[in-house]
C-alpha cells in the first residue's frame, strides 16, 4: 500500500521559515509526481507547488513563488517543502500527494491526484 507521511509542521511566527518533509514508501511506481497542497479552515483545498521525480521539474502556484522552494531526495523518497517568509495567510493544514499518471510537474488542477498523505498543521502567527 502507496504510503506518503507528512512532517515538518508546527507553530511559527510571521517572517519565520519551515520545512515540511513527505516520505514516501511502498512506490512500485518508477516514475510520478508529489504535490503539495494545503487548506486552511472554511477555504478550499489549494495547490501549492509539485515536483516530478525523474526529471525534476517543479511547478508553483503564483502565489507560492519566490518563498517556498520544492525539492526532493530520491535516494530517501523524500520531496520537502521549503517555506520561507511565512505569513499569517499560510496557516493551514499541509498535504503531500501523489500522481501516478503525470510524471512532469505542471498545472496542479489537471493531474490527476490519487494517495494522499494525513497532513501536518502549519500555524503562522502574527
Known amino acids: 500500500e502507496v504510503q506518503l507521511v507528512e512532517s515538518g509542521g508546527g507553530l511559527v511566527q510571521a517572517g519565520g521559515s519551515l520545512r515540511l518533509s513527505c516520505a514516501a514508501s511502498?512506490?512500485?511506481?518508477?516514475?510520478?509526481?508529489i504535490g503539495w497542497f494545503r487548506q486552511a479552515p472554511g477555504k478550499e483545498r489549494e495547490g501549492v507547488s509539485c515536483?516530478?521525480?525523474?526529471?525534476?521539474?517543479?511547478y508553483y502556484t503564483d502565489s507560492m513563488k519566490g518563498r517556498f522552494t520544492i525539492s526532493s531526495d530520491n535516494a530517501k523518497n523524500t520531496v520537502y517543502l521549503q517555506m520561507n517568509s511565512l505569513k499569517p495567510e499560510d496557516t493551514a493544514v499541509y498535504y503531500c500527494?501523489?500522481?501516478?499518471?503525470?510524471?512532469?510537474?505542471?498545472?496542479?488542477?489537471?493531474?490527476?491526484?490519487?494517495?494522499w498523505g494525513q497532513g501536518t498543521q502549519v500555524t503562522v502567527s502574527s
Open positions: 511502498e512506490f512500485t511506481f518508477d516514475d510520478y509526481v
Open positions: 515536483i516530478g521525480y525523474k526529471d525534476g521539474s517543479t
Open positions: 500527494v501523489a500522481s501516478f499518471f503525470a510524471t512532469t510537474a505542471q498545472t496542479m488542477g489537471v493531474i490527476p491526484w490519487g494517495s
